[in-house]
């Protein structure tokens, strides 16, 4: 099978497209040069020069604190070319793959949400996502929202190498402990997501790795797992000085998942161990 991938530059596109690879499919990997998801006419070209079996969008504006500040590029990119994407799957009877976020809640309470649980966002980014994935159940019947949460994978800058870059310049760090989700490694992800495109069980799906933790117990099992000496400190999100409000509980239900037959994602210390013997020297 042919797909078209977004977003091949990101963390997400990029093992996407070599999962792909691997089972012998065809990617057709574009980026903001190849296709701008803000210009329609450009994305309505590219999709129908690519003559794919269906469309993997994996690009997005992820910048959580900067969307406070440039809303209108945010929603552009996130909800508008979603919009775009949406319409020529929708002419040309293509599924297409949505990634969301766990940022669609208000992320109250302990409860796991559910996928179809209601979205409250928090943050501009929050609502550019959920915006996106209104426009796709608009178009659509044949679609995949998948929600996913704290990513981290080897193209890219997340949580991971930003704690292992504060090692080289200090043995103490300050790690939020009031919120709490799931990490998800991209290269797990994209299994999952090319299963999913293998069939047609759409719907909205949350796929993270496997177990919960706070941010402060994630930064604790990447010293460890990493032979780092390092003292972490807790701290209250209140604490921490960010522009976007972030949610508490990102607790994520997957039940859909072994419903649907598809295999949940390992855990995620499994995950991590993985992770560092690819980027550690």
Known sequence: MRFLVTGVKGQLGHDVMEELDLRGHEGVGVDIEEMDVTDAKTVDRVIKEAKADGVI???????????????????????????????????LDLPLMYISTDYVFDGEGERPWEP??????????????????????????????????????VSGNNFIKAM???????????????????????????????????????????ATNEGICTWYEFAKEIFVQAGIDMEVVPISADE???????????????????TAGFRRLPTWQDALKRYLKLIQP
Not at 118 to 144: F, I, R, T
Not at 240 to 258: I, Q, T, W
């Open 57 to 91: 969008h994996c690009a997005a504006y992820t910048a959580v604190d900067a969307a406070e500040d440039n809303e209108e590029l945010c929603t552009k990119i996130n909800a508008d070319g979603t919009e775009s994407i949406a319409k020529v799957c929708q002419e």
């Open 240 to 258: 921490y000085p960010a522009k976007a409000k972030r949610p508490h509980n990102s607790r994520m239900e997957k039940n859909k998942l072994d």
């Open 116 to 153: 179809e649980d209601p979205c409250h966002p928090l943050n501009v980014y929050g609502q550019s996502k959920y915006l996106g994935e209104q426009a796709v159940q608009k178009y659509l019947d044949k679609y995949y929202i998948v929600r996913i949460a704290w990513v981290f994978g």
């Open 164 to 206: 292992l870059n504060k090692a080289k310049t200090t043995n103490r760090v300050t790690v939020v402990s009031d919120q709490v989700g799931s990490p998800t490694y991209t290269r797990d992800l994209a299994v999952l997501l090319v299963d999913m495109m293998e069939k047609d069980r759409y719907g909205i799906y949350h």
